[in-house]
């Protein structure tokens, strides 16, 4: 290569990482004819095609594939060194940041978010759009998200996964509800009871997995797309729900409902984070991604408490 080097090796890094001749001119903030050249001088030097179109974006070849992590490492440390003159100051600079989440996550972790926010980053703005897991890291690559958060564990070469915490799962019943009346649920109480469940594009698939390996899911007798229609649901009916326990604190906090014990353990799920690689992300992605980490990553979930009655604790 010759003194363009760094610049096609940022081209190269963020068209692996996208999989978009458009989202890469936008973040370089060129223009795609600009970042089509690079890249033909890139095949060019490489003698290999590097990329092929495909629907779902441009996908790697083996060559690209063997290139990339040297590439990707040597410009993290370049751009480590130059950061410095290339931040984001939350403090002083406006910030509009567009985020994906669950409607649980619209409920539990939105408003920690922005409250931190209005501390650290009082100009800055949020959007929110509605999660769909199938859809998300296609509208990371787009640039129509900054980051966003879910429970699947997606796995792309495109994206980084940072963990938050991590989730277990609780019945929840209306707080008089006429059968169940103590603070756990045996599994004959659970299979003689109705159940709400919940499906959708959030990725919560665990209730509705349960309630099917132990022989429940004809005792459903509401299929809804949304976890925030269950405390209005639950607190005038007999009917039982599966949830996340930290959400179901939430619910409980606010409505007449009580949190009760299931007779089976449910393996804890990781809530997580995504976003770009760093490379990949303009300054203000990169305060928000560290920024989402530090704030959403700090709940105490239940999971990580010692056994005992259940508690109130990460409700602040």
Do not use: C
Not at 8 to 30: I, Q
Not at 205 to 228: E, K, M, Y
């Amino acid at each position: 290569m010759g003194s363009f080097d760094l610049n096609l090796a940022r081209v190269f890094v963020l068209l692996y990482e996208t999989g978009s001749v458009t989202a890469t001119a936008e973040t370089l903030h060129v223009t795609q004819p600009t970042v089509s050249y690079s890249l033909a001088k890139l095949r060019r030097h490489f003698d290999d095609e590097l990329f092929h179109r495909t629907g779902r974006g441009l996908t790697p070849t083996a060559g690209a594939r063997r290139l990339y992590e040297p590439l990707q490492r040597a410009l993290a440390g370049i751009d480590g060194a130059i950061r410095q003159g290339d931040a984001f100051d939350p403090r002083t600079m406006a910030g509009r940041f567009t985020v994906g989440l669950s409607d649980l996550g619209e409920v539990t972790l939105l408003p920690r978010l922005v409250a931190a926010a209005r501390e650290r980053a009082p100009r800055a703005s949020f959007t929110v759009r509605p999660l769909d897991v199938d859809e998300a890291e296609s509208q990371l690559r787009r640039g129509e998200l900054d980051a966003f958060v879910a429970t699947p564990v997606l796995n792309s070469h495109r994206t980084v996964r940072i963990p938050l915490f991590h989730e277990r799962y609780v019945g929840m019943v209306a707080a008089d509800h006429p059968r169940i009346r103590g603070a756990s649920v045996t599994l004959a109480e659970l299979a003689a009871e109705h159940h709400a469940s919940v499906y959708g594009p959030s990725g919560h698939v665990l209730p509705r997995s349960v309630l099917a390996t132990h022989g429940l899911l004809d005792r459903v007798a509401v299929d809804a797309t949304r976890f925030t229609m269950l405390p209005y649901l639950l607190e005038g009916t007999d009917l039982v729900a599966i949830v996340p326990e930290y959400v179901g604190e939430v619910f409980t906090a606010s409505r007449r409902l009580r949190l009760v014990r299931l007779p089976f353990e449910t393996e804890p799920i990781e809530v997580a984070l995504y976003a770009r690689h760093e490379a990949s992300r303009s300054p203000s992605q990169r305060w928000l991604v560290q920024f989402m980490a530090e704030v959403l990553g700090e709940r105490v979930s239940p999971a990580q408490l010692p056994p005992g009655p259940l508690t109130d604790a990460g409700i602040r």
